[in-house]
Nanobody, 116 residues
Framework: QVQLVESGGGLVQAGGSLRLSCAAS????????MGWYRQAPGKERELVAT???????NSADSVTGRITISRDNAKNTVNLQMNSLKPEDTAVYYC??????????WGQGTQVTVSS
Protein backbone atom coordinates (compact mmCIF):
# COMPACT_ATOMS: atom_id res chain seq x y z
CA GLN A 1 0.00 0.00 0.00
CA VAL A 2 1.17 3.50 -0.85
CA GLN A 3 1.08 6.39 1.59
CA LEU A 4 1.17 9.88 0.10
CA VAL A 5 2.02 13.01 2.05
CA GLU A 6 1.55 16.44 0.48
CA SER A 7 3.12 19.73 1.45
CA GLY A 8 3.37 23.25 0.13
CA GLY A 9 -0.17 24.55 0.08
CA GLY A 10 -1.12 27.93 1.48
CA LEU A 11 -2.50 31.38 0.79
CA VAL A 12 -1.22 33.39 -2.15
CA GLN A 13 -2.34 36.46 -4.03
CA ALA A 14 -3.57 36.24 -7.59
CA GLY A 15 -0.65 36.14 -9.98
CA GLY A 16 1.57 34.48 -7.43
CA SER A 17 3.19 31.05 -7.37
CA LEU A 18 3.14 27.96 -5.21
CA ARG A 19 4.99 24.67 -5.30
CA LEU A 20 3.31 21.54 -4.05
CA SER A 21 5.27 18.43 -3.15
CA CYS A 22 4.21 14.87 -2.51
CA ALA A 23 6.24 11.99 -1.16
CA ALA A 24 5.22 8.36 -1.52
CA SER A 25 6.16 5.69 0.96
CA UNK A 26 5.14 2.15 1.78
CA UNK A 27 5.44 -1.24 0.19
CA UNK A 28 5.50 -0.93 -3.56
CA UNK A 29 7.91 -1.69 -6.34
CA UNK A 30 7.37 1.28 -8.60
CA UNK A 31 4.63 3.74 -9.35
CA UNK A 32 3.15 3.91 -12.83
CA UNK A 33 1.77 7.43 -12.62
CA MET A 34 1.80 10.19 -10.04
CA GLY A 35 -0.15 13.36 -10.18
CA TRP A 36 -2.38 16.00 -8.71
CA TYR A 37 -6.11 16.49 -8.58
CA ARG A 38 -8.10 19.24 -6.94
CA GLN A 39 -11.52 19.76 -5.47
CA ALA A 40 -13.14 23.12 -4.96
CA PRO A 41 -16.12 23.57 -2.62
CA GLY A 42 -19.28 22.23 -4.19
CA LYS A 43 -17.45 20.77 -7.14
CA GLU A 44 -16.20 17.34 -8.13
CA ARG A 45 -12.58 16.36 -7.89
CA GLU A 46 -10.81 17.14 -11.15
CA LEU A 47 -7.51 16.42 -12.80
CA VAL A 48 -4.73 18.98 -12.56
CA ALA A 49 -1.80 17.05 -14.01
CA THR A 50 -0.21 13.62 -14.08
CA UNK A 51 3.20 12.29 -15.00
CA UNK A 52 4.16 8.72 -15.79
CA UNK A 53 7.33 6.82 -15.01
CA UNK A 54 9.10 7.98 -18.18
CA UNK A 55 8.14 11.61 -17.76
CA UNK A 56 5.18 11.97 -20.07
CA UNK A 57 2.71 14.49 -18.72
CA ASN A 58 -0.95 15.27 -19.02
CA SER A 59 -2.66 18.38 -17.68
CA ALA A 60 -6.04 20.03 -17.63
CA ASP A 61 -6.66 22.78 -20.16
CA SER A 62 -7.41 25.20 -17.33
CA VAL A 63 -3.86 24.99 -15.99
CA THR A 64 -1.78 24.16 -19.08
CA GLY A 65 0.91 26.77 -19.53
CA ARG A 66 0.77 27.80 -15.88
CA ILE A 67 1.93 24.58 -14.21
CA THR A 68 4.92 22.27 -14.36
CA ILE A 69 4.73 18.76 -12.98
CA SER A 70 7.89 16.80 -12.24
CA ARG A 71 8.83 13.62 -10.44
CA ASP A 72 11.86 11.92 -9.01
CA ASN A 73 11.51 8.17 -9.48
CA ALA A 74 14.39 7.40 -7.16
CA LYS A 75 12.82 9.38 -4.32
CA ASN A 76 9.18 8.61 -5.23
CA THR A 77 8.25 12.26 -5.15
CA VAL A 78 6.14 14.43 -7.42
CA ASN A 79 6.08 18.21 -7.49
CA LEU A 80 3.65 20.71 -8.94
CA GLN A 81 4.89 24.21 -9.67
CA MET A 82 1.97 26.56 -10.16
CA ASN A 83 2.43 30.06 -11.56
CA SER A 84 0.10 32.92 -12.44
CA LEU A 85 -2.39 31.60 -9.94
CA LYS A 86 -6.02 32.68 -10.20
CA PRO A 87 -8.79 32.76 -7.59
CA GLU A 88 -10.45 29.89 -9.47
CA ASP A 89 -7.43 27.73 -8.63
CA THR A 90 -8.56 27.77 -5.01
CA ALA A 91 -9.17 24.17 -3.95
CA VAL A 92 -7.89 21.28 -1.91
CA TYR A 93 -5.13 19.66 -3.94
CA TYR A 94 -4.70 15.90 -3.66
CA CYS A 95 -1.68 13.87 -4.59
CA UNK A 96 -2.47 10.72 -6.53
CA UNK A 97 -0.48 7.62 -7.38
CA UNK A 98 -1.26 4.52 -9.41
CA UNK A 99 0.91 1.46 -9.10
CA UNK A 100 1.50 -1.24 -11.70
CA UNK A 101 -1.39 -3.28 -10.30
CA UNK A 102 -3.60 -0.24 -11.03
CA UNK A 103 -4.22 0.37 -7.34
CA UNK A 104 -4.99 4.06 -6.77
CA UNK A 105 -3.80 5.92 -3.68
CA TRP A 106 -4.63 9.43 -2.46
CA GLY A 107 -2.98 11.85 -0.11
CA GLN A 108 -4.86 13.71 2.60
CA GLY A 109 -4.97 16.93 0.59
CA THR A 110 -3.46 20.37 0.98
CA GLN A 111 -5.39 23.63 0.78
CA VAL A 112 -4.48 26.20 -1.84
CA THR A 113 -6.21 29.56 -1.53
CA VAL A 114 -5.71 32.32 -4.09
CA SER A 115 -6.95 35.74 -3.09
CA SER A 116 -8.04 38.32 -5.62
Amino acid sequence: QVQLVESGGGLVQAGGSLRLSCAASGRFFRLKTMGWYRQAPGKERELVATINSVGSTNSADSVTGRITISRDNAKNTVNLQMNSLKPEDTAVYYCNAVDWASVVSWGQGTQVTVSS
